[in-house]
């Protein structure tokens, strides 16, 4: 027996994973570029910075998008003050 059928490849250290943690790190890096833009500058800023790769520009809108509803939640005041 091959020592994979002893032990399967991990989940977690697969080429997928990899290709995946390297996608998130990118599109943090441009959510962090946009993040200080005007919101009406974010999306052209977006669009060039993603290239075609219009998963990645889906994701850093949904990231951008995320953060501006975290960001009013804590703005406003705790309930009963």
């Known amino acids: 027996m091959s020592d ?8 977690t250290r697969g080429p997928r994973t990899r290709e995946a943690a390297a996608r998130l790190r ?4 441009v959510y962090f570029e946009v993040a200080g833009l005007a ?3 974010r999306d052209e800023a977006i669009a060039r910075l993603c290239a075609a ?7 850093v809108r949904s990231l951008v998008e ?7 939640f804590l ?3 705790a309930q009963g003050k």
């Open 4 to 11: 994979e059928q002893h032990h399967p490849p991990s989940p």
């Open 26 to 29: 990118r599109a943090e890096e």
């Open 39 to 41: 919101p009406g500058d």
């Open 53 to 59: 790769d219009a998963e990645l520009q889906a994701e």
């Open 66 to 72: 995320h953060a501006g509803r975290l960001g009013s």
């Open 75 to 77: 703005d406003q005041p």
